[in-house]
């Protein structure tokens, strides 16, 4: 059919035109809605400018098609072949082009947000500066494509393969990219925040200067990938692979990263403030110094002898262990999860709640820090609920007496600017315990209970793996001992408990990993 006596019955209110033969018709600026083209071979048609909101193009072939300009609004063109079609500045937003096939399809800032592309074919398509908010992009082919300078925030990428794409500058804050192959792709100077990579294949890819603040990026795989300079602030990389990848002067400050493997990776100049330095792969790591300042500002910088990497990027994470001689109960879990709630009201450094494990006979509370420096203070608010909190603060204080005093144990390797910064987090902690203790709602269930009663000792475990226990109580391990002629009130004179010596404490000091 020819374009005259096509747009003839168009304006006499024809609207069906499935299976049609338009093939090289000149229908530019027509205005078509709501008409059914669907199945018809519109190939090398010219629809510049053309309004097609609301058609149905369902399965038209439109390769070579010269759409720029046009209006396709809500049109619905599911399994549609647009290859190498001109659709620049086409406004396609909300259409239907599930499984369409648009390989090498121009689609320069068009206009594709809310757009269904679920397994769409977009192979080599140009869609430089094109707007894809909010679309479903779920599994399409994106292989080779350019979407540089693009907006594709919120957008779902979902286990899209966009291998070797260019994607820089490209706004993509917000967007679903579980699972996604993107493999040697371009992301340099990206928008990455917010985004979801978890799973994601991002081998050998540029994300140079990109923006990944708030980024998912668990279990992804960056093996060589280029991060240098890119922003990685309260990331998760929990077990993400990252080995050989370029980091150099990234930020990874306040980011989670246990279980990541770096294996080989570049970090000279990497941006580390409040984030965990334990549990992470660092076998052949390439580090010379390391930003801690809080800001990333380099005012706090620390040099490494090849020696010295593997120690600050080790393997122990600081522990404090409370050890409960009693099984927890409910009554008891409940007065211990109440009480640590108001705890941390007051005590903002007590970021998390203790891990507790169960047996038969004893509770172990464990609580997990980021850094050595906060082992001593967060002891002393974290034994709080118990009956010897009085007694390990005690021999907190001593253990901090202990370095300050001239035995020969001290060899200067702890420099008493460290000490006295020890001295000083410690006594902020006792006088947040003093305030605690005076509030009295805050520990009146667990004063009446049993369980906060019993016996305890406590543990500390630096990033160096030592141990040194801080307090254990006399009848501590001696609950169920069957003696008719010692009673429980008679054990404190009976069972004398050593305290720890100074080289104990001081050994335990020197394999601490300082922060600055």
């Known amino acids: 059919m020819k374009a005259e006596e096509f747009l003839e ?116 398509a140009d869609l430089r500066e094109a707007t894809l908010r909010q679309a479903n992009l779920r599994q399409a082919n994106l292989t080779e494509a350019t979407l540089k300078g693009g907006l594709l925030t919120g957008a779902n990428l979902e286990q899209a393969i966009l291998n070797n794409a260019d994607l820089s500058r490209t706004d993509l804050s917000g967007a679903n990219l579980r699972d996604a192959e993107l493999r040697q792709a371009n992301l340099s100077r990206a928008n990455l925040s917010g985004a979801n990579l978890s799973g994601a294949n991002l081998r050998w890819v540029d994300l140079t200067g990109a923006n990944l603040r708030w980024a ?26 990252l080995v050989h990848a370029n980091l150099t002067q990234a930020k990874f400050i306040k980011a989670e990263w246990v279980g990541a493997d770096l294996t080989g990776a570049t970090l000279t100049g990497a941006k580390l403030y409040a984030t965990s330095r334990y549990g992470l792969k660092t076998d052949g790591i390439v580090c010379e110094w390391v930003d801690l300042s809080p800001t990333g500002d380099s005012s706090i910088i620390q040099y490494f002898t090849p020696e010295d990497v593997h120690e600050f990027f080790n393997a122990t994470s600081p522990t404090i262990r409370i050890i409960v001689d009693k099984p927890l109960d409910h009554e008891a879990n409940f ?23 169960i047996d038969r006979r004893r509770t172990v509370f464990t609580f997990r820090l ?7 203070p967060t002891a002393c608010i974290g034994i709080l609920p118990f009956t010897d909190a009085k007694n390990t603060h005690n021999n907190l204080l001593v253990s901090v007496e202990m370095m300050k005093s001239e035995d020969t144990s001290n060899d200067g390797s702890i420099p008493f600017h460290r000490i006295q ?91 601490f990993h300082f922060i600055g």
């Open 370 to 376: 980021d850094n050595d420096e906060a082992l001593l």
């Open 335 to 357: 007065a211990a999860a109440g009480a640590y709630y108001q705890i941390a009201q007051q005590y903002r450094q007590l970021i998390q709640p203790p891990c507790i494990e």
């Open 421 to 511: 910064k020890f001295n000083q987090l410690l006594e902020e902690a006792l006088e947040h315990a003093d305030k605690i203790k005076q509030m009295k709602k805050i520990l009146a269930l667990v004063a009446k209970l049993n369980f906060f009663q019993a016996p305890t000792q406590t543990i500390l475990t630096n990033s160096s793996s030592h141990n040194l226990i801080i307090y254990e109580h006399p009848n501590f391990g001696k609950r169920l001992m069957h003696r008719s002629d010692v009673t429980d009130a008679s054990y404190d004179e009976v069972i004398k408990f050593t305290p720890f010596s100074v080289s104990k404490v001081i050994d335990f000091i020197k394999g």
């Open 216 to 241: 998912d990026l668990t279990g992804a795989k960056l093996s060589g990938a280029n991060l240098t300079g890119a922003n990685l602030t309260n990331t998760n990389l929990t077990n993400t692979t």
């Open 9 to 124: 019955k168009y304006t006499l209110g024809v609207r069906d035109f499935s299976g049609i033969d338009l093939g090289e018709a000149n229908l530019s600026g027509a205005k078509l809605s709501g008409v059914n083209l669907s199945q018809a071979n519109l190939s090398v048609v010219n629809l510049s400018g053309a309004n097609l909101n609301n058609a149905n193009l369902r399965f038209t072939k439109l390769n070579v098609a010269r759409l720029s300009g046009a209006h396709l609004i809500h049109a619905d063109l599911k399994g549609a072949s647009l290859n190498v079609a001109n659709l620049i500045r086409a406004d396609l937003s909300r259409a239907i082009l599930r499984k369409a096939t648009l390989i090498r399809a121009e689609l320069i800032r068009a206009d594709l947000s809310r757009a269904d592309l679920i397994q769409a074919n977009l192979k080599n």
